[in-house]
């Protein structure tokens, strides 16, 4: 991005390095509301594009360019969720959200930065998390990523969303009622990549019976594609069927590669083929059981871990 000036005073503009300071904070909100990094890094240069559409005197006047920018970056996510559920319609198989690699794990880097250095890899991202978001209206997904993950006050929140206060506090309160189902029962770290690990070589020796022992016997496993490449168009249920598929695709590449990595900061699995990433794979275990698998075969969502090798 070139630095931004007043047309023809030839100076840099005094509030750059305050409004660029934002935009670690925004591409994290932004992620989190529409769970693709792509999308999330456009909405934030819209942001700024509005920024320096305005004049000096406007931009002066704005008491808190932050607030400001967050506003915008939210009511523009709040537009594009609604727009995407039409979009998602027409989606080739199950939409999954956009999976990000650690970039401690990797020795190279992603064109434009690691994502790791702007997304903040806690529970708010893990994959788990970012589907159950994706079952939230676009009012309620909104209002709960400010209030309950970024801790806005309803007030603020009510100006963003363009409700009231109370309104904005029922939204965030059913978004946290979907959201206490599926995280009610969380498994330390530790074991989570242990539960991984156990199911890799499971995977690799293609031992159904052994799979089957990891897997949650109403386990399902989704996949993205996008229509771009070969993959599930439907989930699969059971953990009979799930572990004889998953057995099939190592029959059917043998050359595939398994790596342990981080996905979306929880214990993943990664699948590379004659040195390219061609799937990324999610987890959400509860004990020492896999209830589901996603994984993002679509390479237009593989692009953070494409770059990397």
Known sequence: ???????????RDPDLAEVMSERRQLINLAYRMLGSLADA???VQESYTRWYAMSRQQRAAIEAPGAWLTTVVS???LDLLGSARVRRERYVGD?????????AEWSGGWPGGDPADRI????????AFLVVLESMTPAER????????????????????GRTPAACRKLASSARHRIRGPHSAATPSARRAGVVRDFKQAWEARDIAALVGILDPDVTATADGGGLVASLRRPIEGAVD???????????????TILERTVNGQPGLVAERDGAVISVMAFDIV??????????????KLRPWTAES
């Open 287 to 300: 004990g020492d059981r896999v209830r589901h698998i996603w994984a993002v075969r679509n390479p237009e």
């Open 242 to 256: 799930v572990a004889r598929y998953a057995v099939e695709i190592v029959e059917l590449a043998p050359d595939m």
């Open 120 to 127: 903040t890899l806690d529970e708010s991202v893990s994959m």
């Open 1 to 11: 991005m070139s630095t931004p000036s007043e047309p023809g005073d030839g100076r």
């Open 95 to 103: 939409w999954i959200p956009e999976p990000l690699p650690d970039h």
């Open 75 to 77: 009511r523009i996510c």
């Open 142 to 161: 909104v209002a709960f990523v400010l209030h309950d993950v970024f801790r806005y006050p309803f007030t603020e929140v009510a100006e963003i969303v």
């Open 41 to 43: 890094e456009d909405v």
